[in-house]
């Protein structure tokens, strides 16, 4: 479906599409603290699919299950007990994450 | 008010208030990027209040505007252009803080 | 204002309106009752003036300082530290109702 | 459910439905641009039921892929990169509904 | 997954689960009405998982189908028809409930 | 603060401020649309900055009152009677941009 929404969509969906993978580069702050901050914002905001991508990235980014504990129990004081199922599905994805040989992305 | 509820505030209120402090408190990973952890999931869920007090504490541990305006372009590309007015209250704020030379917390 | 919106506004606006008031009527549950669910759904929204009107419809409706903090502990753990500056704002007003030898709505 | 809805459901609710339907009326502004207003609102607050109900709503009033994409670049821009998951499924829904020759509603 | 959390979870993870669990506990407010708070609460923030928990807890406690009814239209006024969707999905849980022999919890 | 943003922000700050105007340039979609668009985004989301912006670019591309209120109605069966507070500081600001004899923007 990004093929064909980069294909068939107009400019502006392109340029928000680029800006929302070039936000995560390297730069003041590292790609590992970027994609740390974009997880919390996603679990916060309760989005599965948004919360899964940045579980993956940080993964590859090396984060260790201590930094992801504390990232979540951030996310969870901040945005109280609503934010639980997506906590266990996103621990849940998690595991998966590290029981698999192939990237997940 | 703080004072009124910690002496008033039955025991949950008390307990959730005291998890509120220590959830940033130095671990696997360091305040700072606890703080800044704080400040997106702020930002994004749009609390003047709290983005404040993260911006504050941002600066005392030693934020620069390069990264101040890292973090906020996360909230923006994920948050959307509803965020803007809070981004820029964030940054008069944040002005204010460097001017000041009394601390603001 | 109120009373220009039902002046001009079109019968949609005002059956919604209408339906804003009837829901908090006494039925299978108590005025009271259904003020304080008011009152809770206004607050992990983060609505200030619902939160005023329902605070103030809770205090004609008898409930108690201790009733208040359980309620607003729901509240704070359902909707997180992100209510906090919410709840103290709703705090200030509940004392100045106690306060109030006028009626406040 | 909507059946058992409307035959178990007390005034009150009845009432509310009666008003989502008449909401999207023809009036001083027409049917299809009602439903545009409905198909942003469901998409930056983030519910692909609701999406998907005004996407069908929007084709059947002869909504072209080129005005779907510019009101979906509309709500990405205000509501964010959080709701590019919503977008996603909402083309794909789209596709859907210009594939099938029965109405889907 | 609960289970999991609680063994490896941190300190303040559990005390944050601790709190989820003993806010609802019988005070100056029965653990029925603390219940169809958290129920009206989970409702309006649009969350699934955590309305058929508080759901089923509320059928353990006694309530009746037509304060159900009530409950769920303080959440559709205050939260507007994006609320239905989760509306259908709790009543059909609902019904689920009644017909279970088993305890759902 | 405007000026200063884009004076010092960085390329993803300056990029995304620039899709934020032209999403709602004249297209499939009328100016006029795109602007009805934004409005009831904002509403719904309830940012009051945003609304009074696109009240005032609505007032300039010559939308009727009748039509203010209708899509306003659109935004308070979608999302509620919390909408309400917003509604009435939306028709207070629409007054005010009547009454003005120069462009508010």
Redo the contacts between chains.
Sequence with gaps: ??K??LA???Q??K???A??T???DE???SEK??E???L????????D??ISYHVARCVELGL????F?????????????????H??RA??FLEECRRSELPLL
Excluded: Q, W
Aim: with cysteine; aromatic share 8%; glycine share 8%.
């Design positions: 479906m990004n064909k929404i068939e969509g107009n502006i969906t340029r928000l599409f800006l929302d070039h936000v995560y730069g003041a702050l603290t970027k740390m901050l974009g919390v914002a996603s679990t916060v905001l309760r989005c699919d948004c260790t299950d201590e930094e504990y504390e990232l979540f129990n951030v996310a969870l004081i901040v945005g109280g007990s609503i934010i639980i199922p906590f266990r621990l849940e």
